[in-house]
């Protein structure tokens, strides 16, 4: 893979250390996944889909709660305490880019990607395993759970994860190791296998790299959450269709 070079970052960006990134997004993760386990079990269900929509906002709500907590204590210890400018969360013209990016990844480079994998293992990496967790959701959505999972999905996410994988990790990464390229494979990476879906880790790996290359190239996160955006809604546009 050749290195990237990424744009010039602004000078008010918070330079948080690898060693506070890391520790701090670690204990975020952790308390924001006990608090997940108990909103489940409160819940009365075994899996998220079986809670519903409801459960699902609040799970997921949970789970943010204590990350952006850490994104903020660390914007205001390194930084100015504002996510604009703390983390690159502003977004321009040029961003919209990201949106048949973030299309094109779930429609072209996604399957690509599963062809060869398909055609070796199709019951493990075949269409109907790859969709199973989103079309779960979708079916045990309706009504007013349906919008709820589309704003958990196509806006919560993306801003969540956005701010965590690409502003703070792969920004950190990026300061320490001094090479853009090994920092994007790495937030890339830890973005895949934090979601513990392995028939998925492929096309999360994919997609994590086409948004860290937004990031990296624009300096910002605004064209990598619209194009996380993109992708969660036609990913969830395809099960609702099919």
Not at 7 to 26: C, G, K, Y
Request: charged share 10%; with cysteine.
């Amino acid at each position: 893979m050749p290195e990237l070079e990424p744009q010039a970052q602004s000078q008010a960006q918070a330079t948080i250390p690898l060693r506070d990134a890391a520790l701090l997004w670690i204990g975020a993760w952790l308390a924001g996944n006990l608090a997940a386990g108990a909103a489940l079990g409160a819940s009365g269900s075994d899996t998220v889909a079986e809670a519903g929509s409801g459960w699902l906002t609040l799970i997921s709500l949970a789970q943010w709660v204590p990350m952006l907590v850490a994104l903020w204590y660390l914007g205001r210890r390194f930084g100015v305490g504002r996510l604009v400018a703390d983390y690159g969360f502003s977004f321009r013209a040029i961003d919209l880019v990201g949106v048949p990016a973030g299309v094109a990844t779930q429609l072209m480079l996604v399957p690509l990607l599963y062809w060869p994998l398909e055609s070796v293992w199709p019951t493990t990496f075949g269409r109907e395993q790859v969709e199973d967790r989103a079309r779960t959701l979708w079916e045990s959505a309706s009504g007013a759970g349906s919008a709820l999972l589309v704003v958990v999905v196509v806006l919560g996410a993306p801003i969540v994860e956005e701010l965590t994988y690409r502003g703070l990790l792969q920004g950190a990464l990026c300061r320490r190791l001094l090479n853009p390229t090994l920092a994007l494979v790495l937030a890339a990476s830890v973005f895949a296998l934090v979601h513990f879906e392995p028939v998925e880790y492929p096309g999360l790996m994919l997609v994590g790299l086409v948004l860290g290359a937004a990031s990296l190239l624009t300096g910002r996160l605004g064209m990598s959450v619209l194009a996380h955006a993109a992708f969660n809604a036609t990913g969830l546009l395809l099960v609702a269709t099919s």
